[in-house]
Structure formats: C-alpha cells, structure tokens
C-alpha cells in the first residue's frame, strides 16, 4: 500500500455551549476500504486557550519550560452533547476493534 492509497479522517466533536474554542478533534488514518489501516492510532486535538495577550502566554509558557507547576493546573472544559454520544461510541469502538488485532 502506498502512502497515497492511506487517507486521513477527520471527526469533530463541539461542546454542548457552542463556543469556537471548545472543540474536539480526532483524527486517524484509514486504507481505501476505509479500514483504519496497520498500527492504528488515534489522535486527539483540542483547542488550547488564548484568552490571555502574548506577553501573558509568553510569560506562562517561560515558567512552563523551567517548570513551574500551578497547584491548580491548567484545566479547559468540555461538554459532550447527548446527540454526539453514539457517534463517539462508533468511532471508539472501531479503534478498539483495530487495536486488537494488530495486539
């Protein structure tokens, strides 16, 4: 299989406030038969906060890299929208099922 015949799947997931920035995205690779293909993996992008002006990010991700821990962490939200559960569910399920048998 060459590199052209792997494609890539894209599948999003909003939160139930609809805001731009609380959006999930998971993405994996599938083969022309639309078969997650060998050594399946799947990834997951979520949107990282820009609440705060450049200086700001600038600063936390300077005490970041020296390794400073907020006791608190650093924590977004997410709310699952009901109707998105099934959808889910599949998409989990299908990576299970891939995973088990290149195990």
Same mark, same amino acid.
């Given at each position: ?51 705060? *002006?450049? =200086? ?5 991700? @300077? ?7 907020? &006791? /608190?962490?650093? #924590? *977004?939200? =997410? ?5 998105? @559960? ?7 399920? &299908? /990576?299970?099922? #891939? ?5």
């Amino acid at each position: 299989m060459s590199n052209r015949d792997i494609g890539i799947r894209h599948e999003y997931y909003e939160c139930a406030c609809d805001s731009d920035e609380h959006l999930l995205r998971f993405t994996y690779f599938v083969d022309p038969t639309d078969e997650i293909i060998d050594e399946p993996e799947l990834y997951l992008n979520v949107f990282l906060d820009t609440r705060y *002006g450049f =200086w700001k990010r600038l600063w936390m991700g @300077l005490k970041y890299a020296f390794g400073y821990k907020c &006791k /608190y962490g650093h #924590f *977004g939200s =997410w709310i699952m929208k009901p109707e998105d @559960l099934d959808r889910l569910e599949a998409l989990l399920a &299908k /990576y299970r099922r #891939f995973q088990r048998e290149h195990d």
